[in-house]
């Protein structure tokens, strides 16, 4: 047994370790900036602000930025930031916005179901068995991933936010989920309670259909039911746009000739009880389905060059749980590097809370000196930040742009964030091409872009990994 006294903190040594802070005039100094605005403001170098200016080789042009608002929906906005950009640019659109709402009905539907299922698969499980204990942990949260995403849209399609605009559950859902995720854990009580009293599969199955009926009630009262159809306008941007260099004398002699009146006279496309599966297919220039989750998680438990899936991931029961490739970190940033110079943006994951600055929109190491604040080095590299828990992916947002030198290779990335313009710069943060190598850790890559080894890794028997393993969370 271990000695309590040895263990305890040393009162003689806490006057020692006071006497050496005291004497250093470096923390003295530190002390006020950090008491008085707050390690990042404290912490933030100038000179690492200045070395990320915000100018891109490589940028994309995107619509207005988004806002999850009060929210865990973040990788619903980045991956609906990857298509409108894809549909904006095919059709020639100013602006446009998908309904985050709309996706995040069916998510909260299908999250429920599948915990339900799970219940069904563990009955003789303990409650405080490990695999319980993730099954139960927030039922029918908000986080996610790509595939979970991709799941959705497969069978539910896509709206314009003009056909199912936000409500004030969806900008925050913290009740709406709280009292959803203890029905659901009421409903798992009573299906174990019934298997031990010697219930049917048959018998249960109907409790759970059930049971289903009041989760559709629920979300249906705090969200309003989605549309099964819908009406679209959008307005083309002006044909002439694209020629205006080489046609301005002829435009001004028509404008002459022709008064303009105040009447918007751009292109029309319009549809008439459109259903949201229709509208996916016909409006979208991409399938979900055309992508994959590419992961660069550099430790032993997880060697390069294989296909692994996690357990108790899925949404869609029916779709199947979250797999990856995982790949060195080269192969990793070409294809990042290819699909943007491409002209495609890019949904990534990452731990957004590792050397940020969330009002400035900085992450990079050089600008967060936490190090020199508090006079010691933080040594960890990717595989132990992921080993250790200490950064694994929890918030997904979308590449624009990178920069790339004089000798091609990248030196900062461009990044759309979901949580509204007045954060970062107008909604963009930048990335510095080192602090990518470390806390950048799953890409959603066009299976057009990968080499072949990988591509093929996509089709190889995937590892199974335990759903409390070290790597990623659910993104938020």
């Not at 927030?138 to 799941?151: E, H, K, N, R, T």
């Not at 083309?236 to 002459?256: E, M």
């Not at 751009?266 to 991409?286: A, D, H, M, N, S």
């Not at 057009?448 to 890794?457: E, G, K, N, R």
């Amino acid at each position: 047994m271990t000695d309590q006294s040895a263990a305890a903190v040393d009162v003689a040594h806490l006057k020692d370790y006071s006497r050496a802070f005291n004497a250093d005039r470096a923390n003295l100094v530190a002390a006020n900036a950090a008491v008085s605005t707050g390690v990042l403001a404290a912490a933030t170098d100038y000179r690492g602000l200045r070395s990320l200016p915000r100018d891109f080789s490589i940028e994309l042009k995107q619509g207005s930025i988004t806002n999850q608002e009060r929210s865990g929906r973040c990788w619903m906005f980045a991956s609906l930031n990857t298509l409108r950009y894809e549909l904006m640019h095919r059709w020639n659109l100013e602006d446009f916005e998908f309904s985050e709402t709309y996706l995040f009905f069916w998510d909260a539907i299908e999250k429920s179901n599948t915990y339900l299922e799970h219940v069904l698969d563990t009955l003789d499980e303990p409650t405080d068995s490990r695999i319980f204990e993730v099954i139960n942990d927030g039922p029918s949260d908000d986080g996610g991933w790509w595939q979970m995403f991709a799941a959705l849209v497969n069978k539910y399609g896509l709206v314009p936010k003009s056909a199912y605009p936000e409500s004030a559950n969806s900008r925050d859902s913290d009740a709406f989920k709280q009292y959803l995720n203890t029905k659901l854990r009421e409903f798992a009580a009573d299906l174990r309670r019934s298997h031990e009293a010697g219930a049917s599969t048959e018998t249960l199955r109907e409790t759970k259909r059930k049971d289903m009926a009041t989760v559709y009630r629920i979300c249906a009262i705090a969200l309003g039911e989605p549309p099964a159809t819908f009406d679209f306008l959008a307005r083309v941007k002006d044909d002439d746009d694209k020629d205006d260099a080489k046609n301005d004398g002829a435009k001004a002699a028509d404008t002459k000739a022709k008064p303009e009146s105040g009447k918007d006279e751009r292109r029309q496309i319009r549809e008439t009880g459109i259903t949201p599966l229709e509208f996916y297919r016909k409006y979208v220039p991409v399938d979900v389905n055309d992508f994959v989750t590419i992961s660069n998680a550099p430790m032993k438990r997880t060697p390069f060059g294989k296909r692994y899936r996690i357990r108790y991931t899925a949404n869609v029961i029916e779709a199947g749980d979250m797999e990856f490739v995982n790949v060195p970190l080269d192969v990793f940033k070409k294809a990042a590097i290819d699909q943007l110079s491409a002209g495609h943006p890019i949904w990534f994951a990452c731990d957004c809370m590792q050397f940020a600055l969330r009002g400035e929109g900085v992450f990079d190491r050089d600008t967060v000196r936490v190090d020199q604040l508090f006079g010691t080095e933080f040594t960890f590299d990717k595989a132990d930040g992921l080993e250790y828990g200490d950064s694994p992916s929890n918030h997904a947002m979308t590449f624009t742009g990178v920069n790339l030198d004089a000798d091609g290779r990248p030196d900062r990335w461009k990044i759309e964030n979901s949580w509204g313009k007045d954060n970062g710069k107008d909604g963009y943060y930048v990335a510095s091409d080192a602090w990518f190598d470390q806390y950048v850790t799953e890409l959603i890559i066009r299976k057009d872009m990968l080499d072949q080894a990988t591509l093929d890794l996509t089709k190889a028997e995937p590892v199974e990994l335990e759903p409390w393993q070290p790597l990623t969370r659910r993104c938020r």
